[in-house]
């Protein structure tokens, strides 16, 4: 067995030669895990089609993985001749995790907060494949941290896709609100949350003639309107992934919108989107 690559029964995690359709990661995690590598192929590609994350793990494990019959990997053959150098490795690390993440279209710097993990991905492989050179000499020990930690930085990479995807702004908060003004003047003009449910009871609210708006977005959760009976409704609803219920108007799926344009002297302009989740809105009585 390699000094530097897990051991599972006498299997190395390695990169297939026989069963590769691109660099063979997908078919040596399939012989090590005894999985068939279709099952890794599928999930690179919906990763990859939601917000890039495949390719940037795909790649990651290409560089940490051997070839089969090599003793070292692209990263392990860098990381010995430059041992004492480390900085230029590390920078070209974080560089490329920059550089995945705006070619694959995942917001890196001004939307959502995915690009905090994906800096955090990128440390984790460059000291999962450090530990793999410089790691501890127990190889049963030194195998079970390069999984563990294998696992860790998929699990942080997923999280960057999640957040990415569904442009979802942690600083926004992560809460259960409800907004229940006395009158239109308690009522803000504009609401956001990140992760969470806005729900807005308006039932109590004497509207004035002509229009009151109210701009809401909830990154992932749920936005929950209720409006008196007599106040009539334009609104705008989008949903990137989830439903939409405006009066009893329905719509459910990837990138779905609805509409209602109401007229009245009392009107509430509506203008509502989530990233992942739910709209709805719904006369009540008082």
Same mark, same amino acid.
């Given at each position: 067995?390699?000094?530097?690559?897990?051991?599972?029964?006498g299997?190395r995690?390695?990169?297939?030669?026989?069963?590769?359709?691109? =660099? #063979?990661?997908?078919? @040596?995690?399939?012989?090590?895990?005894?999985?068939?590598? $279709?099952?890794?192929? /599928?999930?690179? %590609? &919906?990763?990859t089609?939601?917000?890039?994350?495949?390719?940037l793990?795909?790649?990651?494990?290409?560089?940490?993985?051997?070839?089969?019959?090599?003793?070292?990997?692209?990263?392990?053959?860098?990381?010995?001749?430059?041992?004492?150098r480390?900085?230029?490795?590390?920078?070209?690390?974080?560089?490329?995790v920059?550089?995945?993440?705006?070619?694959?279209?995942?917001?890196?710097?001004?939307?959502?907060?995915?690009?905090?993990?994906?800096?955090?991905?990128?440390?984790?492989?460059?000291?999962?494949?450090w530990?793999?050179? =410089? #790691?501890?000499?127990? @190889?049963?020990?030194r195998g079970?941290?390069?999984?563990? $930690?294998?696992?860790? /930085?998929?699990? %942080? &990479?997923?999280?960057?896709?999640?957040?990415?995807?569904?442009?979802?702004?942690l600083?926004?908060?992560?809460?259960?609100?409800t907004?229940?003004?006395?009158?239109?003047?308690?009522?803000?003009?504009?609401?956001?949350?990140g992760?969470?449910?806005?729900?807005?009871?308006?039932r109590s609210?004497?509207?004035?003639?002509?229009?009151t708006?109210?701009?809401v977005r909830?990154?992932?959760?749920?936005?929950?309107?209720?409006?008196?009976?007599?106040?009539t409704?334009?609104a705008?609803?989008?949903?990137?992934?989830?439903?939409?219920?405006?009066?009893?108007?329905?719509?459910?799926?990837?990138?779905?919108?609805?509409?209602?344009?109401?007229t009245?002297?009392?009107?509430?302009?509506?203008?509502?989107?989530?990233?992942?989740g739910?709209?709805?809105v719904e006369?009540g009585?008082?």
């Amino acid at each position: 067995m390699s000094e530097h690559t897990t051991d599972r029964g006498g299997i190395r995690l390695e990169r297939s030669r026989s069963d590769r359709m691109l =660099a #063979g990661v997908a078919g @040596g995690l399939g012989a090590y895990f005894e999985l068939h590598p $279709a099952v890794f192929r /599928v999930a690179f %590609v &919906v990763l990859t089609l939601m917000g890039g994350a495949g390719l940037l793990i795909y790649l990651a494990a290409a560089l940490v993985m051997p070839d089969e019959g090599k003793e070292d990997s692209f990263a392990t053959a860098a990381l010995r001749r430059r041992r004492h150098r480390p900085w230029l490795l590390i920078a070209l690390g974080l560089l490329s995790v920059f550089v995945l993440a705006v070619l694959s279209e995942v917001p890196v710097w001004s939307e959502g907060d995915a690009w905090l993990f994906l800096l955090v991905a990128g440390a984790l492989v460059i000291g999962l494949t450090w530990y793999a050179v =410089a #790691g501890a000499r127990s @190889g049963w020990l030194r195998g079970l941290g390069i999984v563990v $930690a294998s696992l860790v /930085v998929l699990l %942080v &990479v997923l999280v960057a896709a999640f957040l990415a995807t569904f442009d979802v702004h942690l600083g926004d908060g992560i809460d259960q609100r409800t907004v229940a003004p006395a009158g239109v003047d308690d009522l803000r003009g504009r609401y956001e949350l990140g992760i969470g449910e806005l729900v807005f009871d308006l039932r109590s609210v004497a509207f004035p003639r002509g229009e009151t708006t109210l701009d809401v977005r909830v990154d992932a959760g749920r936005i929950y309107v209720l409006l008196p009976e007599e106040v009539t409704l334009r609104a705008v609803a989008e949903a990137k992934l989830g439903e939409i219920d405006l009066l009893g108007w329905h719509v459910e799926g990837w990138e779905v919108d609805q509409q209602v344009d109401e007229t009245g002297t009392r009107l509430l302009v509506l203008d509502a989107s989530v990233g992942i989740g739910e709209i709805e809105v719904e006369r009540g009585l008082r």
